[in-house]
C-alpha cells in the first residue's frame, strides 16, 4: 500500500506560480514511477506529468511543457510539480499517483494508487 497526500495548491493570478508536493508513505517510495494529473469541473482527468523512480526519466503533456516541472525526493518520499505562467486553463484539482511500475505512463488506469487531490485556481 501506498499512501499520498498532496499539498500546496490555493489561488493566483494569470502568470504566478505554485509548488505541489505529494507526500508518500508506506511501500518504498523510490520503487515507484509517479504522476500528476489534474481534473477541471467537467471534465475527464487528464495527464500532466510522470517521473521514473530515479528522477532522470520524465513525461509531460504537451500543455504544460516548458512551464510545469516534474521532480521527485526519494530521501522525503515527495513528489513535486513545479508550476509556473499559469493559465486559467490550468484551473482543476490537481492529483499525485503511484505505480505498481517503474516506467512513467500517461494512463490514468496506468496507477495504482491516488492522493485525495488539491485545488489549483488561477484567476484571470
Known amino acids: 500500500q501506498v499512501q499520498l497526500v498532496e499539498s500546496g495548491g490555493g489561488l493566483v493570478q494569470a502568470g504566478g506560480s505554485l509548488t505541489l508536493s505529494c507526500a508518500a508513505s508506506?511501500?518504498?517510495?523510490?520503487?515507484?514511477?509517479m504522476g500528476w494529473f489534474r481534473q477541471a469541473p467537467g471534465k475527464e482527468r487528464e495527464f500532466v506529468a510522470a517521473?521514473?523512480?530515479?528522477?532522470?526519466?520524465?513525461l509531460k503533456a504537451d500543455s504544460v511543457k516548458g512551464r510545469f516541472t516534474i521532480s521527485r525526493d526519494n530521501a522525503k518520499n515527495t513528489l513535486y510539480l513545479q508550476m509556473t505562467s499559469l493559465k486559467p486553463e490550468d484551473t482543476a484539482v490537481y492529483y499525485c499517483?503511484?505505480?505498481?511500475?517503474?516506467?512513467?505512463?500517461?494512463?490514468?488506469?496506468?496507477?495504482?494508487?491516488w492522493g485525495q487531490g488539491t485545488q489549483v485556481t488561477v484567476s484571470s
Open positions: 499517483a503511484a505505480r505498481l511500475l517503474t516506467m512513467p505512463a500517461r494512463g490514468s488506469n496506468d496507477y495504482a494508487y
Open positions: 508506506g511501500r518504498t517510495f523510490a520503487s515507484n514511477a
Open positions: 517521473i521514473t523512480p530515479s528522477g532522470i526519466g520524465t
